[in-house]
């Protein structure tokens, strides 16, 4: 059945069985229900390629990730990216995966993507601070929303986790414990989502008036190798930390890793936490205190932000979300900590 023959069955216009079934707000609620509902009923499927000439689009939304990059495969991210494709899919959108290798030129590929048609509006992650690839985007005035944040972001262009006060709630716990000696492994210096965890660390450090060692705040990728050679060169110190707070939960295993590799048992001789909630989290031994968000929000919002520029919908929009504390093994801890 084409959408000639189903107007024609309904007594509408075709373009406003169209824009019925597309979810433009420009359809009262009664007629759009009697679209869908007639659709249905009659199996009613749009051709694609014929939506895709009609509008000029290619009703594809593209997110291009680092080839290496480990937050690619994290259950957390995992859950974001589902979450964003299934609002895109029930509105006739696909989102387009793509790797890029560090022999790249990064400006080159993003130009690719803006001039071939291929995607409608693009979705852009592990922000950096001054960033070209939005520079690249406003310049061409190309759709794109950010799932990250920096000083001066336009409201329609962004979502994230509230990561300053995320870490600054994780540091708090720890100074509440009465830890003194409290680490920091951070992510990647240039990525907004580590400088805002780390002011939040600080922040804390500073009410608390406690010394932030310099050799206790740590920058390396968002991995366990890297977390496990940053550790090792913590515990090596004269001063050791008591407690090691990780960007990430993957961080957090590999600190855990090498403390044990050390003679320390986490949850008992050190207290570690991280972020994110990740699957294998719960169930690690000791499970790790992390920082938890709703990935499902985050991954709608993104979506209905784009929307919002592409199909002029009027999604109320939530730039920011918060994190909340879920309380583990890994960062329990006895009084000798601090003897």
């Not at 759009?32 to 895709?52: C, F």
């Not at 979705?123 to 990250?148: A, E, M, Q, S, W």
């Not at 990525?191 to 932030?212: H, I, N, P």
């Not at 209905?304 to 520029?309: A, C, F, G, R, V």
Request: hydrophobic residues 40%.
């Amino acid at each position: 059945m084409s959408i000639k023959q189903l107007a024609e069955y309904l007594g509408l216009s075709k373009s406003t069985v169209s824009r019925a079934l597309n979810g433009y707000s420009d359809v009262n609620s009664d007629t759009r229900l009697k679209v869908l509902e007639a659709a249905k009923i009659l199996r009613y499927k749009a051709n694609p390629t014929a939506q895709r000439l009609a509008s000029g689009r290619s009703k594809n939304i593209g997110i291009i990730l680092p080839a290496n990059d480990r937050m690619f495969v994290s259950s957390a991210f995992s859950k974001v990216l589902a979450s964003a494709s299934e609002l895109l899919i029930e509105h006739g959108y696909q989102l387009i995966v793509t790797t890029i290798s560090s022999l790249q030129d990064e400006q080159k590929v993003y130009m690719d993507f803006i001039s071939s048609g291929l995607v409608d509006g693009l979705f852009i992650v592990r922000t950096r601070h001054n960033d070209p690839r939005i520079t690249l985007l406003k310049v061409h005035n190309f759709p794109y929303v950010c799932l990250g944040y920096e000083s001066g972001y336009q409201e329609d262009r962004f979502v994230d986790v509230d990561n300053q006060h995320a870490f600054y709630q994780l540091t708090q716990r720890q100074i509440n414990a009465r830890h003194q000696r409290i680490a920091f492994l951070n992510g990647p210096v240039q990525l907004t989502l580590a400088m805002a965890r780390e002011q939040g660390y600080l922040q804390a450090m500073r009410e608390a008036t406690l010394k932030v060692d310099k050799n206790y705040l740590l920058y390396g990728e968002l991995t366990e190798r890297d977390a496990i050679e940053m550790t090792k060169q913590l515990m090596a110190l004269a001063v050791p930390p008591t407690c090691i707070l990780c960007a990430d939960d993957a961080m957090a295993l590999g600190a855990i890793v090498a403390c044990e590799k050390l003679g320390y048992q986490p949850g008992v001789d050190i207290a570690i936490a991280g972020y994110g909630n990740y699957e294998h989290s719960q169930y690690n031994k000791p499970s790790i205190t992390t920082l938890d968000y709703d990935t499902h929000a985050v991954g709608e919002q993104m979506s209905q932000l784009i929307l919002n520029q592409l199909e002029g919908q009027t999604f109320a929009t939530q730039n920011w979300h918060k994190a909340s504390i879920i309380i583990r093994e890994s960062d329990l801890f006895e009084e000798k900590f601090n003897a």
